[in-house]
């Protein structure tokens, strides 16, 4: 089941590899609101997340993307009786659509707004997995462990306020609502796990 995920990582190297490569391939499929609405290059909304601006951008966004979706796979083959590759594809491709509708909208005249990168969906699959396990222990810019929950606070208000701010490059505005909807995703398809999240919560 995990071969769902090398193939997504496969691809993303390979399309940014090519992109780099050639100039032309990252103008026409990056995330490019105005180009998007106004000549209905709607393929923009998935391309762009299989572009990455760097081999760190690149490198960073697929481990996330593997340390993480290995366990999430599990969660859902656990308390799903369907398909586990295809609910964490719904998950994977609705949270690259979820994660760009604000950036989208927020930057629909604005010609100069280019995004590209996973973000969104790993940001989501992460969501997922501290949704799965809110007290697992995460590690904190790589060396702090930190319960999984706490770390999604401190996360979610970080990317909200450097979105406000818009001082630098990076897509916080997919990472904010990325992640959100990682968190509620399981919660709209299983109402039922809002229970057994809440129970987790509690036992801690």
Known sequence: MDTIIYIIIGLNVIISYYAWKNPNIFRRYCLNPYNLIRNKQYDRIITHAFLHGSWTHLIINMLVLWSFSLALLQYINYFFDVSEVLIFLILYF????????????????????????????????????????????????????????????????????????????????????????????????????????LNQLTNF
């Open 94 to 197: 609705g949270a690259i659509i979820a994660s760009s509708i604000y950036s989208i909208m927020k930057n629909k005249d604005n010609i100069n707004y280019n995004a590209v990168g996973a973000s969104g969906a790993t940001s989501a699959v992460v969501f997922a997995c501290i949704f799965f396990n809110p007290w697992h222990k995460l590690y904190f810019f790589g060396v702090l462990p930190i319960p999984g929950i706490i770390f999604g606070v401190i996360y979610l208000i970080y990317s909200y306020r450097m979105a406000k701010k818009s001082s630098d490059n990076i897509g916080h505005d997919a990472h904010f609502w990325g992640a959100v909807f990682g968190l509620f995703f399981f919660i709209i398809i299983k109402p039922g796990l809002l229970n057994f999240f």
